[in-house]
């Protein structure tokens, strides 16, 4: 069972918007046993979108598309949809009741251009967008399905997990067999992509048709994902990674997709444990990462973003002289850092990052790229240097990174 996705606006060709749409779709619908085969971006234009839909229709049994259904005149989706399913629009009185309670409170929102999202297609079944105006379409295209949705993320999401997921189910296990779709991730550091396909060649020759395994590198973590598209049973593909894991146990960080900061958030809470953070040049973004995710405030107690020298000096109790002899990107003030913000906070942990982030600063014994990272436990403080590139978004990323996965090794033992 195959799906595609065709994402409609301007804003996503030129940058203004950036689509998180579909990779959230597709995760969903590999949930329910669908393959998404293809994601494609139409500009607001007819003849743009008619192609777009005959080449989805050619290779998909599902078809979802998002955006273009607003009031104003550049939205112009529902409009090509009935041209291309032959129909014409009509008033559709459950939307606009629906329509006019959603703007009870604000009838300055009631006009004639909002009038217009109570017109539905004739041929389509229409399907409730509790929070939004612009009502939910599905047609029927032969054995196969369009629906079309708006663009806006959280009014995309909550159409998918009310309405179009259980429509597809329903549809799905009515009308076609359907075999689960499995995968499963790895998370390794610590060897070069090119030196871990070597050391899993055996492994990669010898699997099954039907599982395939991809190298996902980014920031220094590498994710392993093994996939099976319906062909292998649940107990076979746990064979297959559970050997996996095996071959890479010396690099394994994780045996999961989750984000590293959730991993360690995990760790922490399992043990009652707290962390907190001493940053230069990560700027926040170490304490950023923490403390993202619901339920942070179990583990995470706070940072310290000591940018300037003075910062370092006056709130985490680094000496001067330290500084004036080694310099701020070193281990000796990144030992201190760390061990000052883990006692002045009172927590069982703490991590301090020190480093040239560029483009300028640099020099021939610290050249840009240079990051200092320290880990205060309550078993001792250990420092590390890295060298982490020579762009200043891929340091502070990189920076981070190395943080949360060596106080996982850390908080693990």
Same mark, same amino acid.
């Given at each position: =069972?195959r799906?595609?996705? %065709?994402?409609i ?9 950036v689509?998180t ?15 998404l ?7 607001d ?5 008619i192609a777009a839909?005959?080449?989805?229709f050619s290779?998909a049994?599902?078809?979802?598309? $998002?955006g273009?259904?607003?009031p104003t005149n550049d939205?112009?989706?529902?409009h090509v949809?009935c041209e ?6 009509i008033?559709?009185q459950?939307v ?9 409170e604000?009838?300055d929102v009631?006009?004639?251009l909002?009038? $217009?999202q109570?017109?539905?297609p004739q041929s ?10 612009a009502p939910? =379409?599905v047609?029927?295209?032969?054995a196969?399905?369009l629906?079309?949705m708006p663009g806006?993320p959280?009014?995309?999401k909550?159409? =998918?997990?009310?309405? %179009?997921l259980?429509y597809?189910?329903?549809?799905i296990?009515r009308?076609h ?5 499995i995968?499963?991730?790895l998370?390794?550091t ?10 899993l ?5 010898s699997m099954?048709a039907g599982?395939h395994?991809a190298?996902?590198?980014?920031d220094?973590i590498i994710r392993?994902?093994?996939s ?6 649940q107990e076979?593909?746990?064979?297959w990674f559970?050997?996996l894991?095996t071959? /890479?146990?010396?690099y394994?960080?994780?045996d ?5 900061e959730? %991993? ?11 962390i907190a953070t ?6 926040g973004?170490l304490a950023?990462l923490?403390n993202?995710?619901?339920g942070?405030?179990?583990f995470?107690w706070?940072s310290v973003i000591?940018y300037?020298?003075s910062?370092?000096?006056?709130l985490?109790?680094v ?10 990107v070193s281990e000796e /003030?990144?030992r /201190?850092?760390?061990?000052?913000v883990?006692k002045?906070?009172n927590t069982?942990?703490?991590i301090?990052?020190?480093?040239i982030a560029?483009p300028?600063g ?8 240079t990051?200092w990272?320290?880990?205060a436990t309550?078993e ?6 890295f060298h982490l590139?020579k ?14 996965v060596?106080? %996982?090794q850390?908080v693990?033992?």
């Amino acid at each position: =069972m195959r799906a595609e996705i %065709i994402t409609i606006g301007d804003e996503l060709l030129i940058g203004q918007v950036v689509d998180t749409n579909s990779a959230w779709m597709a995760e969903r619908l590999n949930e329910i046993g669908i393959e998404l085969y293809q994601i494609t971006s139409v500009h607001d234009q007819r003849e743009h979108i008619i192609a777009a839909l005959d080449e989805a229709f050619s290779r998909a049994d599902i078809v979802l598309t $998002t955006g273009g259904l607003g009031p104003t005149n550049d939205d112009i989706t529902k409009h090509v949809l009935c041209e291309y399913f032959d129909t014409h629009l009509i008033e559709d009185q459950r939307v606009r009741a629906h329509i006019m309670e959603l703007y009870r409170e604000r009838p300055d929102v009631l006009n004639r251009l909002t009038a $217009t999202q109570w017109l539905v297609p004739q041929s389509a079944e229409i399907l409730e967008n509790r929070v939004g105006s612009a009502p939910l =379409m599905v047609f029927h295209h032969g054995a196969q399905i369009l629906a079309s949705m708006p663009g806006v993320p959280y009014e995309m999401k909550i159409a =998918m997990e009310e309405q %179009i997921l259980p429509y597809l189910e329903t549809s799905i296990s009515r009308d076609h067999e359907t075999s689960a779709i499995i995968h499963r991730t790895l998370q390794v550091t610590g060897i070069p992509e090119s030196s871990l396909a070597i050391l899993l060649e055996n492994y990669e020759a010898s699997m099954p048709a039907g599982l395939h395994l991809a190298y996902l590198p980014k920031d220094g973590i590498i994710r392993l994902r093994l996939s099976s598209y319906g062909e292998l049973a649940q107990e076979e593909m746990d064979r297959w990674f559970e050997e996996l894991k095996t071959l /890479v146990a010396d690099y394994l960080i994780a045996d999961t997709d989750e984000p590293l900061e959730v %991993i360690l958030g995990n760790l922490l809470k399992a043990k009652g444990q707290t962390i907190a953070t001493a940053e230069s040049c990560t700027g926040g973004k170490l304490a950023s990462l923490l403390n993202k995710h619901a339920g942070s405030s179990a583990f995470y107690w706070g940072s310290v973003i000591s940018y300037d020298n003075s910062v370092k000096e006056h709130l985490l109790g680094v000496p001067s002289e330290l500084i004036k002899a080694h310099g701020v990107v070193s281990e000796e /003030v990144v030992r /201190v850092m760390a061990e000052s913000v883990r006692k002045s906070l009172n927590t069982n942990y703490g991590i301090a990052t020190s480093g040239i982030a560029g483009p300028s600063g640099g020099s021939v014994e610290k050249p840009v790229g240079t990051v200092w990272i320290a880990w205060a436990t309550p078993e001792g403080t250990t420092a590390e240097c890295f060298h982490l590139g020579k762009l200043r978004e891929q340091i502070t990323n990189r920076a981070c990174i190395k943080a949360i996965v060596g106080m %996982i090794q850390k908080v693990k033992g």
